[in-house]
Each structure stands twice: as C-alpha cells, then as structure tokens.
C-alpha cells in the first residue's frame, strides 16, 4: 500500500471514529426517548442544530447536518410523511450531483496543472474513460460540467421552493399540541418525539375509522 493510501485510510479511520463518538454525544435517533419534541422543533423550524447536543461542547457542523439528515429520514419513514421524503430524496440527489460536478473539476486540474505527474493524469484519463468520457477531454469535461451546474441550480431552486412553501412555524406545533389535548390525547412540547409520531398516527387512524362508519351509514 503506497503512502497516499495509507494516510487516506487513517483519516477514514479517525474521521469514523470521531463520527461515533459524536453521535455518543447527540440525540442522533427519534427512537431515543429523550428526544423531546422541543429539540425537535428547533431543528427543524430554527435550524439549531445545537439542540441535537446533549452537552454543551463542539461538535463539528458536518457531523450535525449528517445527525439531522438521520433524524428527518427516521421522522420521514415513522410517520409515514412522503414530502419529507421525497425532500430528503432531492437532497441526496442534490449532493450526488455537487460531488460529481467537484470530481470533474479536479479532473480538470489535474489535465491542466503543469505540475502533475504522468502517473496521475492516466489514472484521470482512465477515470474520465469509466465516467463515460473518451478523447477531447477537456471541451467534454467543461461540456459535462455545464449540464451538472443546469441540473444543481434547478433542483435547489425546488428544493428552496418547496421549503419556502411549507416552512413550519413554532405556532404551527402549539395548534397541532391544543387540537390533540382539545380532542383527548396527551401531548406537548415536552412529550418524545417518537410518542408524538405515534399520537398522529394514533388520531389519524380514529379519523379514518370515523369516516368509514359516516360513509357506510349513508349507503
């Protein structure tokens, strides 16, 4: 193993394990009871991603964004919610395609550097190759990077539209809390995320069974 690889494979190693230990430190799942629907409501409606901490130490940002993706998919799946699935979809896609758009432009600088070595502009050809892009790289690679940068631009235009949209307020949780107490189930902002999910899905359910019977008494 060369020395490149080496060092890529102990940053890996210690990029997982501060990862791990990061996660020991946050609320990083909705099945955690503790997870409060206050926290919640601060991730999702103030964007602090603070209230993923369960102590009051640094904790690098990315590490957080990849907690709370976690959390908004656990909250999608739970609850059965296909808009924030279908937003966390856009959002993979979204960064799939930053990641390809940043590989190209290092692919880039590699042909063009005059201080690359042959041995790295193969293997750039040969990853180019595998991408799907063979001879005149470099009016390719721009043309690749254009429809890239078109793509990116219109999915965050829709992923922003979407979340203009349906941005939730605080007051929209203090509705949903009265009508549910209004309507005979327990709930608050102090209440488990998890039973909150449950509690929906509980009512949602007894809306459904309701309808049913008002449906086949006016048969």
Known sequence: MDSRKIIESIITKITNALFFISKKLTYHTINDYKFTMDRYIQLVVDNNFNALKKFPLYIPKTYLEAIYSNILMEYAKLSENEDIMAEMRNKEQLITLYRRYEMFRWCGLVLTSPYANDEDKKKTYQFLSNSGIRKDY??????????????IEELKKKVDTKKEEESTQKSDFSRIFAFLEKNGYRASINMPVLEYIETMKLYKSEVKRIEKEINKSKK
């Not at 470099?138 to 793509?151: C, D, T």
Request: charged share 35%; glycine share 8%; hydrophobic share 45%.
């Open 138 to 151: 470099l009016n390719k690679l721009e043309g690749e990077m254009k429809v890239l940068s078109v793509k």
